[in-house]
Structure formats: structure tokens, C-alpha cells
């Protein structure tokens, strides 16, 4: 069993930066696939950023490829979003999504054990 716990959401001004936290309590964290989704307002859920448990690899929606940066540091059992050069677009709730093996990491139906959410508001 994995808890997820999402921080670091908040309003910010087109063209600002924000960086999102994904800690994790529970065992084996580290051997996880952590995925970030995120959901507008009368959207569906879509995903952002996938981070496998070796933190190679890492891969991006086209719509933040260049902007959006995924890390994780698996002694503190935290998986980060690195947001840059937002814009009002990317404004939606954010989920950290994890899963031991994940098949197809971009689909949010592979994965398992999902936080909260933190809202991104980003203004224009």
C-alpha cells in the first residue's frame, strides 16, 4: 500500500514557475512508476509526465515538453514537477499517480495508488 500526498500548487502568473511534490508513505516507493496527470475544469484527465523507479527515462506530454521537468529522490520518497513557463492553459488540478510495473505509463487507468490533487492556477 502506497499513500500520496500532492504540495506545492498555488496561483502564478503567466510565464511563472512552480514546483509540485509527490511524497510517498509505505514501502517500496522506490520501485514505483510515478506518473502526473491533470484534470481542467470540464476536462478529462490527462497526462503530464511519467518517471520510472530507476529515474530514467523520463517522458512528457507534447503540450509541456520544454517547460515541465520530473524528478524523484527515492531516500526521501518524493517524486518532484518542475513547472516552467506556465501558462493559463496549464491551469487544472495535479495528480502523482504510482504503479510497481506500469504497462502503458500516459494512461491514468494503469495506475494504482493516486494522491489528492493540488490545484495550479495559472493567471493571464
Known amino acids: 500500500q502506497v499513500q500520496l500526498v500532492e504540495s506545492g500548487g498555488g496561483l502564478v502568473q503567466n510565464g511563472g514557475s512552480l514546483r509540485l511534490s509527490c511524497a510517498a508513505s509505505?514501502?517500496?516507493?522506490?520501485?514505483?512508476?510515478v506518473g502526473w496527470f491533470r484534470q481542467g475544469p470540464g476536462k478529462e484527465r490527462e497526462f503530464v509526465s511519467t518517471?520510472?523507479?530507476?529515474?530514467?527515462?523520463?517522458a512528457y506530454s507534447d503540450s509541456v515538453k520544454g517547460r515541465f521537468s520530473t524528478s524523484r529522490d527515492n531516500a526521501k520518497n518524493t517524486a518532484y514537477l518542475q513547472m516552467n513557463s506556465l501558462k493559463p492553459e496549464d491551469t487544472a488540478v495535479y495528480y502523482c499517480?504510482?504503479?510497481?510495473?506500469?504497462?502503458?505509463?500516459?494512461?491514468?487507468?494503469?495506475?494504482?495508488?493516486w494522491g489528492q490533487g493540488t490545484q495550479v492556477t495559472v493567471s493571464s
Open positions: 499517480a504510482a504503479r510497481l510495473r506500469v504497462s502503458f505509463p500516459t494512461n491514468p487507468t494503469s495506475y494504482i495508488y
Open positions: 509505505g514501502r517500496s516507493f522506490s520501485t514505483y512508476t
Open positions: 518517471i520510472s523507479s530507476s529515474d530514467s527515462n523520463p
